[in-house]
């Protein structure tokens, strides 16, 4: 299953040719962008707004989240100002303004913007627009998914390739605390050398400063121990790698384990008592970063 961005843009589009015989064209406009959850926002002349409750249905059961705004225009009514009315429509307009005059005097006559307001909304009747509005947006739809579709599977290529860096540093790290303990342990025991014969001892008894030495030592590596937020980072990335192999929402789940990789790289950084050590530890936080970057764009 595919992985989906929330970013995306399709339009589709019908010429008044196109349409049944009397119907103006009719466009569609989709754009969408990230967001925590579903925030549809619908922009519809107002012959089509009985067609809203159907656009929101079909919309809710393809998306699961992001600012999806869809914006539908007819041919040259809403871009190219009123049309002209027609010869007919005109008549049809006198006589209806004759007759009304007939039983009301006192009536005025219809003013230029009363003509084209009136003319204007001729054959536009609401249920012989909304299948043809229907279909278009579902074309549109579909291209957006493709868009989206698209768009997800290169942000998933992205983090793949962040997660393998993480990998490799986690890797580097590994070896360095063992070195990192020896070399203290060797510095312990070179102090307690010289801070006994500073004292006057004579010889230093060599068992009792490896016991303590060592016990430093221990005590150390205890502190800089890093294995366990290693095995951690090893296990949300497996998930992460996991999640985007599977597909459909993984965004919020995703999310949640970026914070914890997060989490291990930050207590990496604090039990770090190398600048090497301390160098991966940022070099991953700012890994991380961009993986959090990608992951907020992601369904």
Known sequence: MSVYSMTGYATAHRGADGMPEGLPGLGVEIRSVNSRFLDLVLKLPEELRGAEPALRDMLGARLRRGKVEVRVWLEGRTDAGPRAPGVAELQRLSTLQDLVRDWLPQATPFSVAEVLQLTGRQGTDPGSLQAPLLHLAGAALESLL?????????????????AAQLRKLASDAQPLIPRLVEQQRQRFLERWKEALGADGQGAIPGEAA????????????????????????????????????????????????????????????SKSSSLELTRISVDMKVLIEQMREQVQNLE
């Open 146 to 162: 493709d868009a989206r579709r698209r768009e997800g599977r290169r942000l998933a290529d992205t983090l793949l390739d962040r």
């Open 210 to 269: 490896r016991d303590r030495a060592l016990s430093e030592a221990t005590a150390f590596a205890i502190r800089i121990d890093v294995a366990e937020e290693l095995t951690r980072l090893d296990a949300h990335l497996g998930e992460i790698e996991r999640l985007l192999d599977r597909g459909a929402e993984v965004g919020k789940r995703l999310d949640f384990l970026i914070q914890e990789l997060h989490r291990e790289a930050n207590t990496l950084g």
